[in-house]
């Protein structure tokens, strides 16, 4: 594991501070989520923020891989409030020491826990990021991705940096008041291969769709989900951890302590007797957010599955009040047929030392760049 020089390297909060924000970092996990805590959940904008999510990240997962936590805490020195919270991580690739977000490729978005005194100009976000730069131990790059510019209104204070460059995309719709509505919204060809979908299913006997947001069923149905998504992708040719135990008792776990929130969701799609299709998605702030969906196989392809899972999903939170369908990071087709409106992620690289710099120099070239990001998505495919 990497070390950090000390377990806290720590700013004292002065009020004669020269500088308007100040910064500590920890490597203290329960501190830092207690402080995360103490702002509310309206802090966590994501549910990659929301302590159902972040605990279990730094508690099960981290400890399992080569990272060491590097939290971030931001406060306004002129009001002595907290500013933003990171939940970052010291990682080594290639010799290299990364600041990354607390991702290993399960985070889908990158956005600070925001306090009362979050920045909300450019000029504020980049002196607030000033204060986290002094409060770091010596690193060669900070290399932080799929940041969005802003979510349901509030600003992304590290999407304000100079520097920032497109990265992924989010896909992300805003649902309306009713089933009806939606298809409405949708084209006539989606509506039409709807109905086919559903007509291929009841040659086989029909389809059932359930949503389990208790933990009665969840591991049994955590495992085939293991083994549909392994199918597929090892099918392609790409390497799959998320059934390696350090990610499937995260799974768990976060499943597990979510239940009384009903912060995890399983959904499930049946037809004759087999389950046909898995999806694992994230309920936070009238949001969902889908992580994983996978479905049984080419056999069942003519039906479908996860497009009609998906949009059985989609049905489920309309009747429930929830607002928001988020497919995730990535640009996929059927997650515009879904209704999703891809909006642009951003990535900020910051060279930390000559070793960064060479680095990122290299990585800008197609061979160079396209070695990292196999490198980094075969961390979790």
């Not at 730094?58 to 990171?86: C, F, H, K, N």
């Not at 302590?257 to 309920?283: P, T």
């Not at 030392?353 to 980094?376: C, D, E, N, P």
Request: hydrophobic share 45%; charged share 20%.
């Amino acid at each position: 594991m990497l070390q950090i020089e000390a377990s806290e390297r720590s700013i004292v909060w002065a009020t004669k501070a020269p500088n308007r924000y100040i910064a500590e970092s920890t490597s203290d996990v329960g501190r830092f989520l207690e402080r995360a805590a103490a702002l509310g959940p309206q802090a966590a904008v994501t549910p990659f923020q929301s302590p159902n999510w972040l605990a279990p990240w730094l508690q099960v997962l981290a400890p399992s891989a080569d990272v060491e936590p590097l939290l971030i805490t931001v406060r306004d020195s002129l009001r002595g409030e907290i500013a933003m919270l990171l939940p970052l991580v010291l990682r080594r690739f290639y010799g290299l020491t990364l600041v990354e977000f607390a991702d290993l490729s399960v985070s889908d978005y990158g956005f600070p826990l925001l306090g009362p005194a979050a920045p909300a100009t450019p000029e504020a976000a980049a002196e607030a990021f000033e204060a986290v730069l002094s409060a770091l131990p010596p690193v060669d790059v900070i290399r932080l991705c799929n940041l969005p510019r802003a979510v349901d209104g509030r600003a992304n204070p590290l999407a304000m940096l100079p520097g920032t460059a497109p990265g992924s995309v989010r896909n992300a719709a805003a649902l309306p008041a009713s089933w009806d509505d939606y298809l409405a919204a949708r084209p006539r060809k989606f509506r039409k291969a709807l109905r086919q979908h559903h007509r291929a299913f009841d040659t086989v006997g029909g389809a059932t769709v359930r949503m389990i947001t208790d933990d009665a069923e969840a591991s049994r149905l955590l495992d085939r989900l293991d083994r549909f998504q392994r199918a597929r992708i090892t099918a392609r040719g790409k390497r799959y951890v998320l059934d390696q135990p350090a990610y499937s008792n995260f799974y768990r776990e976060v499943f597990e302590r979510g239940v009384a929130q009903r912060f995890a969701m399983l959904s499930v799609l049946e037809s004759g007797g087999s389950i046909v299709a898995l999806a694992y998605s994230l309920l936070h702030q009238q949001s969902c957010t889908t992580v994983r969906l996978a479905h049984l196989g080419e056999q069942w392809s003519r039906c479908s599955p996860g497009i009609v899972l998906a949009s059985e999903i989609i049905r489920w939170l309309i009747e429930n009040g929830v607002r928001k369908f988020d497919l995730g990071a990535g640009g996929y087709d059927y997650k515009k047929r879904l209704g999703c409106e891809p909006e642009q992620l951003l990535t900020l690289e910051k060279a930390m030392s000559i070793k960064g710099r060479m680095a990122l120099s290299a990585w800008t070239t197609f061979a160079g760049r396209r070695a990292l990001l196999q490198s980094l998505a075969a961390k979790a495919s």
